[in-house]
């Protein structure tokens, strides 16, 4: 397995004043993608950490609302997973790209696959590990949501569905035209996904799945982003004049 081992553009100090001034400005509500060009150009960012930056901090009122909805209880419960969300997490950690906690509590990566794949293995193991985790979380049933325009996802679901059998977890695969819609209609069973669209118009509990499955399976760390925003600092890195 390729080793998860390029975050540390993420852990030096231009870095970590780049994180500052983006969260003092949105905190105050200023709009996400001029704040992202400002401080991006400021600290002469590249491409990853000018999307860790827009993908990995909000305000603390988003930033809570979302961390609220967090649950690992699984078992028992009725899932629906944004299929490709939670397997591209875990492709790009496979494939040694950035990830990194968002100050919401969730995993999120810098990848940039856009539903173009180009290693079937490494994405079959990654639904293994997925299998494997719903096997041992035992749920009363897991519905796995593809989107239709990535390549292959008629495949892809036959193959999870058979694994699914192989690993007598009860649920199925669908291709359908949009993940986020169908997660968005769930009134009451779990959702896995970190897509911030979907979980901020959640109207029930969330499941990080990559980020429990990557801990448990190869204790993975990640940089907490929120880490990298010091209490009380980050008002001195921003000229108010």
């Known amino acids: 397995m390729a080793a998860n081992n390029t975050n ?14 983006y969260f003092y400005l949105v905190d105050r509500e200023f709009p996400e993608r001029g704040v992202l ?3 991006g150009d400021r600290y002469r960012l590249d491409g990853d950490q000018r999307t860790v930056l ?13 961390k609220s909805l967090l649950t690992n209880d699984l078992e028992g419960k009725e899932l629906v997973i ?14 040694g790209r950035i990830l990194f906690i968002s100050t ?17 293995n490494t994405f079959e193991e990654c639904t293994d590990l997925m ?35 192989l690993n007598e977890v009860p649920g199925a695969c669908y291709v359908i035209r949009s993940a986020d819609w169908a997660l968005k209609q769930q009134q009451s069973a779990l959702i896995a996904t970190s897509d911030t669209a979907i979980i901020e118009k959640a109207f029930t509990s ?8 990557l801990e448990r399976t190869y204790k993975a760390t990640f940089p907490e ?17």
Request: aromatic share 6%; hydrophobic share 35%.
């Open 131 to 165: 299998l494997g985790y719903l096997k041992s979380k035992k749920p009363a049933s897991a519905a796995i949501y593809l989107d239709a325009p990535v390549s292959h996802s008629g495949r892809h679901a036959d193959l999870i569905n058979t694994k699914l059998q």
């Open 8 to 21: 540390k553009g993420l852990l030096n100090e231009n870095f970590r004043n780049a994180c500052r001034d």
């Open 54 to 66: 827009y993908r990995g901090i909000s305000s603390n009122k988003r930033s809570e609302v979302r």
């Open 225 to 241: 982003l929120a880490g990298l925003i010091a209490p009380g600092e980050c008002q001195n890195t921003v000229d108010d004049g």
């Open 82 to 95: 944004d299929g490709y969300n939670v397997l591209f997490t875990l492709l790009n950690y496979r494939l």
């Open 104 to 120: 919401d509590n969730y995993l999120r990566d810098a990848g940039s696959l856009h539903g173009k794949l180009h290693d079937e």
């Open 37 to 39: 060009k400002l401080v």
């Open 206 to 213: 969330v499941i990080d799945m990559p980020r429990n499955i």
